[in-house]
């Protein structure tokens, strides 16, 4: 069982790990989104309420999650490279933050295009689109606080302790459409004994989710081999790789 | 309206439906993009690292082997 953990601490074989999977990451990922997209957009019927703008919700949505899911990971990452002093679990964090930021763009853009004829506004003050907000100064603090600070070791603990104490942040947006009253809606699945969404949404919903965790998956994977290609620069096996132009 | 064109007004919505998809993708897009030049860039780093190493080690071959001729010579000379 350890011998099996610690194989996750040997970046030979997490190298090996990442390029054996992430070609099945990204493939899976775009069939997903080819399938999700059109059932969603060609099959689903349109919202009762909100009429065709409510298709938003395919992308805002997973967007939303994966901006907290990420930072989740990057959070938990960080703890561990405090605690244990693991270096793969910093480049797990670092290369988290980009498309966890990107996520969360996604989600705020895309909740702003959607606000605009439902609401008749691009943008409030109200809890959850503000928390969601600062989310996003979180990950932007996160890459500006690694590229200030020149010793990349003190660099990498400065960010680390940043995503820790952010992560106060993601039960307050989850909680903020309950906890506030807020123009924005409440869930429509997190209830699972019965979703308020009708199963022909909620089914191209569902694979969308699934497809934007599989492409955070990918580029964790690809970013994790560039990263420990850039570490171990000087080691045997990195070179043995190069050499048999497996890279 | 023909169902195409129907699809693409999305019940008049077509302008937020589709900009919202549009930077969705764009912006994902990219990420994969700024991954695999990064991936890339990393790969000819070590290519260079590669051949620098190799240059060096021919070098040091080449020094030996006139080491070597040279001390031949010398015995040579030595001997007549």
């Known amino acids: 069982m350890?011998?099996?953990?610690?194989?996750?601490?040997?970046?030979?074989?997490?190298?090996?790990?990442c390029r054996a999977l992430g070609p099945w990451m990204g493939w899976s990922c775009l069939a997903l989104i080819c399938v999700g997209l059109y059932l969603g957009l060609v099959q689903a019927p349109a919202d009762y309420e909100q009429g065709e703008s409510y298709r938003i919700i395919y992308i805002h949505v997973p967007a939303a999650w994966m901006s907290m899911f990420v930072y989740m990971v990057m959070a938990?990452?960080?703890?561990?490279?405090?605690?244990?002093?693991?270096?793969?679990?910093?480049?797990?964090?670092?290369?988290?933050?980009?498309?966890?930021?990107?996520?969360?763009?996604?989600?705020?853009?895309?909740?702003?295009?959607?606000?605009?004829?439902?609401?008749?506004?691009?943008?409030?003050?109200d809890a959850r689109l503000t928390s969601e907000l600062l989310l996003l100064f979180l990950y932007l603090g996160y890459i500006a606080l690694r590229g200030a600070i020149e010793t990349p070791t003190?660099?990498?603990?400065?960010?680390?302790?940043?995503?820790?104490?952010?992560?106060?942040?993601?039960?307050?947006i989850h909680y903020s459409v309950e906890w506030w009253n807020t123009l924005h809606q409440p869930a429509s699945i997190a209830k699972f004994d019965k979703p308020s969404i009708h199963i022909s949404m909620?089914?191209?919903?569902?694979?969308?989710?699934?497809?934007?965790?599989?492409?955070?998956?990918?580029?964790?994977?690809?970013?994790?081999?560039?990263?420990?290609?850039?570490?171990?620069?000087?080691?045997?096996?990195v070179a043995d790789l190069v050499e048999a132009g497996r890279v | 309206m023909s169902d195409l064109q129907e699809f693409f007004a999305m019940?008049?919505?077509?302008?937020?439906?589709?900009?919202?998809y549009a930077v969705t993708f764009v912006v994902l897009l990219l990420n994969v993009l700024y991954t695999r030049s990064a991936h890339k860039r990393q790969h000819q780093e070590l290519l260079r690292d590669q051949s620098r190493r190799r240059q060096s080690q021919n070098q040091d071959q080449n020094q030996s082997q006139n080491q070597s001729v040279n001390s031949t010579a010398e015995v040579a000379g030595g001997a007549s």
């Open chain 1, 202 to 237: 909620l089914i191209p919903l569902l694979l969308m989710v699934l497809a934007f965790q599989l492409l955070y998956a990918w580029n964790l994977m690809a970013k994790l081999r560039t990263g420990i290609l850039q570490r171990e620069k000087r080691a045997r096996w």
């Open chain 1, 154 to 172: 003190m660099a990498a603990r400065a960010a680390a302790i940043l995503a820790v104490i952010g992560v106060v942040n993601i039960p307050v």
């Open chain 1, 2 to 17: 350890f011998k099996w953990i610690h194989k996750f601490g040997s970046p030979p074989f997490v190298y090996r790990l």
């Open chain 2, 11 to 20: 019940g008049g919505y077509g302008a937020y439906v589709w900009s919202a």
């Open chain 1, 76 to 125: 938990i990452a960080s703890f561990v490279f405090l605690v244990w002093k693991l270096k793969l679990a910093d480049l797990v964090a670092s290369a988290s933050a980009p498309i966890g930021a990107s996520f969360t763009f996604i989600a705020l853009v895309t909740g702003s295009i959607w606000g605009k004829p439902m609401w008749g506004t691009w943008w409030v003050w």
